[in-house]
């Protein structure tokens, strides 16, 4: 089992971020065979431990089993499931109309991914709201960085453990919940922050 990183101020969390930076740079992330096997690693790994998240779910928030798959780990395998199935057709350059004023040329959409993404995970659905945004920032071929809710315990440290195992920190990375780390991750450049949550 391998363990996560610790942070302990900003300059760690700084330090993260440029390391997951300087590994999209590498462009990795760019194949599409990469992010679908990452994609089918994760889903492989929820699967094996289909019964500690649920267990997890169910000792935050009261959650039965059956609530627990249907509103938050069914919804992430259907999102891997629909990722896996169109990330070739979405990566691939598209044509798209030329304006007249550039007459006898043709114009393409290539679709490029951002960077180093941030998500911020509420604790009312802390599976859900956490992975669906990891699996479509992966899927674009951005590096993630996760940061569960620090009110959901048991569900935040099991995906935190699962970030570990499943993922080389350059690429994904999870951010313990603490009373300051959400300030520390704020005070950090990122090129997208998905955030659910008032």
């Known amino acids: 089992m391998t363990t996560a990183p610790i942070f302990e101020g900003v300059a760690d969390v700084e330090a993260q971020a440029?390391?997951?930076?300087?590994?999209?740079?590498?462009?990795?992330?760019?194949?599409?065979?990469?992010?679908?096997?990452?994609?089918?690693?994760?889903?492989?790994?929820?699967?094996?431990?289909?019964?500690?998240i649920?267990?997890?779910?169910?000792?935050?928030?009261?959650?039965?089993?059956?609530?627990?798959?249907?509103?938050?780990?069914?919804?992430v395998y259907d999102e891997i499931n629909t990722c896996v199935r169109h990330l070739s057709k979405w990566a691939r350059p598209r044509r798209v109309p030329t304006p007249l004023v550039?007459?006898?040329?043709?114009?393409?959409?290539?679709?490029?991914?951002?960077?180093?993404?941030?998500?911020?995970s509420p604790w009312n659905y802390p599976v859900q709201l956490a992975?669906?945004?990891?699996?479509?920032?992966?899927?674009?071929?951005?590096?993630?960085?996760?940061?569960?809710?620090?009110?959901?315990?048991?569900?935040?440290?099991?995906?935190?453990?699962?970030?570990?195992?499943?993922f080389p920190p350059e690429f994904v990375c999870g951010f313990p919940g603490s009373g300051a780390m959400n300030d520390w991750l704020l005070e950090v450049r990122w090129d997208q922050i998905f955030f659910t949550g008032s």
């Open 18 to 52: 440029q390391r997951m930076r300087a590994f999209h740079l590498t462009g990795a992330t760019l194949q599409v065979e990469y992010r679908r096997e990452a994609l089918l690693k994760l889903k492989a790994y929820l699967k094996a431990n289909e019964q500690r």
């Open 131 to 166: 992975l669906v945004p990891l699996v479509d920032a992966i899927a674009a071929g951005n590096c993630v960085a996760l940061k569960p809710s620090r009110t959901s315990k048991a569900t935040s440290e099991l995906l935190i453990e699962m970030l570990a195992n499943v």
């Open 54 to 75: 649920l267990d997890a779910l169910h000792a935050d928030l009261g959650k039965a089993a059956f609530e627990g798959y249907a509103t938050e780990l069914g919804l």
């Open 102 to 120: 550039h007459f006898h040329s043709t114009s393409k959409v290539y679709p490029s991914p951002l960077g180093v993404v941030l998500v911020l």
